[in-house]
């Protein structure tokens, strides 16, 4: 059985959340950050696409710098591309039947021709150009069959060709290792820390918008009539925290259902590793601040004035955000700021996602961000409820207070 003031805060959640709902601007904003989030997944994989096939005729000398092009390409080697190379002998009878061998081969549809010059130099022929990344192979392959015909002249062995053209790589040794990741953390960061932004600076100028135009258009008047002033003010906030983290769940759940699709599943798995700080700490500071939106609307008369009464609440906004995008040094600043009511939402996250933070850290900071809500709501509580009944002029702060206390 739900109490009275549950019914009034449920009834007045729903209203706000009914009001969004045929909001066409919420609407659309929440479509294009959906589209933008599932096409910064998509779009890099179909840009880079499969691995690319060549076709490359050799005669000669050259056919031995092709076949160890076609071993480089499918080697995975590192610092070169990978490519699958098919390759034609010139050398067979028909291949350069009734014509020239080169004209032939490009009609037997081949991308590069190989031969070489009397010195030795291998010589590359294409119709208009040479794609890159088979250039780039054929050097390379060039360059290893000499190593070898050289070290063979010199009389060196296989072993001691190894060890010239393949010397061992240096190793590496970590002192403080860190898993190695499919997308940057940084990136992660930046990602939630732009949603974080972009949507309690939405939510909560719609929040302070909402109550000027109820006191200019006097139908607060009608609901403070109808509802007490704190439970009004309760079904306000708690509606547009609904919407909010609503509106941040359906666009990751759209970025990693994406993922999932393309088979990034490394993806998924260390986006939900950390999604639920992200969140978790994302209730917490909109609960935390939107009381102080209803505040700077309250304080205000008239839509001009939001300008002037919201601008700390937006500088609010501004700073978790900057300081999570700015400082990404573990250090002592970095530390400080993630356990500060204002930056934690962000900043502790953002630690835990680099894998700075210790496994009690996020609690600690979470304790610190939910008693500061819980003051916070009190305060906007109280001067919301000393302001949102002037409709004349704009109320001061001091005067909001006190009359807080009155009522």
Known sequence: MSTPRTALVRLVAGREISVKLRDKGFLASTAVFIAIIVLAVVVPVMLEGDTPEYTVAATGHAGAVAEVA????????PGLPAADITVIGLEDPTAGAGGDPVDEAFLRGADAVLSSDPDGTVVITAQENVPGDLEELIAAASSAVTAQDVAV????????????????????????????????????????????????????????????????????????????VRWLLAGKVLGNAAMALGQVVLIVGAGLVGAQAIGEGDIVAQVLGVSGWF?????????????????????????????????????????????????RDEGPARVALSYFPLTAPLMMPARVATGDAAAWEPWVAMVIVSATAVLLIGVGARLYSGSVLNTSTRTRLGGAWAAGGRA
């Open 70 to 77: 076609v071993e480089l390409g499918g080697a995975e080697v």
């Open 153 to 228: 002249e010199a009389g060196l062995s296989a072993d001691q060709l190894a060890a010239l053209t393949s010397p061992p790589q240096p190793r590496i040794d970590l002192l403080d290792p860190k898993p190695s990741l499919p997308v940057p953390p940084e990136l992660v960061i930046v990602i939630f820390g732009f949603l974080f932004y972009f949507t309690v600076l939405t939510f909560g100028a719609s929040i302070a918008q909402s109550v000027v135009e109820e006191k200019t258009s006097r139908v607060v008047e009608i609901l403070v009539a109808a509802v007490p």
């Open 279 to 327: 969140l978790a700490f994302f209730v917490l500071g909109f609960l935390m601040l939107a009381c102080l939106w209803a505040v700077a609307g309250s304080l205000a008369s008239r839509i001009e004035e939001l300008q002037s009464t919201t601008l700390y609440m937006q500088l609010a906004v501004m700073t978790p955000f900057f300081s999570a995008i700015l400082i």
